[in-house]
């Protein structure tokens, strides 16, 4: 971080469609791609790049739960594997059914309506 923090300042425009220009030096030195995040903070605006949320990691809750249900050992492993494989594509589902509901296509789904077996 010393290394940006050495890039300096600049002042940038702002076109009539609220777009600007990020400069090239701290374009690269950030690694920014084809995506940055902006967060209004404390009356400012901080702009960074956009990195992938790191992968749903419910290991944890997914394993109090099987050890509350009285699992252990290989039916420990093999329960929570399998409810680990479900975790992603649930989690997909519901940002899909969220986007849809967003734009006024679909409706809410719950967690009883994505974990649920159908």
């Known amino acids: 971080m010393a290394a940006t923090a050495a890039l300096g300042r600049k002042i940038v425009s702002i076109s009539s469609k609220r777009q600007i220009t990020i400069p090239q030096k701290f374009f ?41 249900q009285g699992l252990s050992g290989e039916k420990l492993l093999a329960a929570f594997r399998e409810k680990r494989a479900k975790v992603r594509t649930a989690v997909q589902t519901m940002r899909n059914d969220a986007a849809k509901a967003a734009k006024g296509e679909g409706k809410y789904a719950t967690m009883a309506d994505v974990f649920e077996k159908r």
């Open 28 to 68: 690269h030195a950030l690694r920014f791609d084809s995506e940055a995040e902006c967060i209004l903070k404390n009356g400012e605006l901080v702009l960074r790049p956009s990195r992938p949320a790191p992968a749903e990691d419910f290991s944890e809750e997914i394993l109090a739960e099987l050890i509350a």
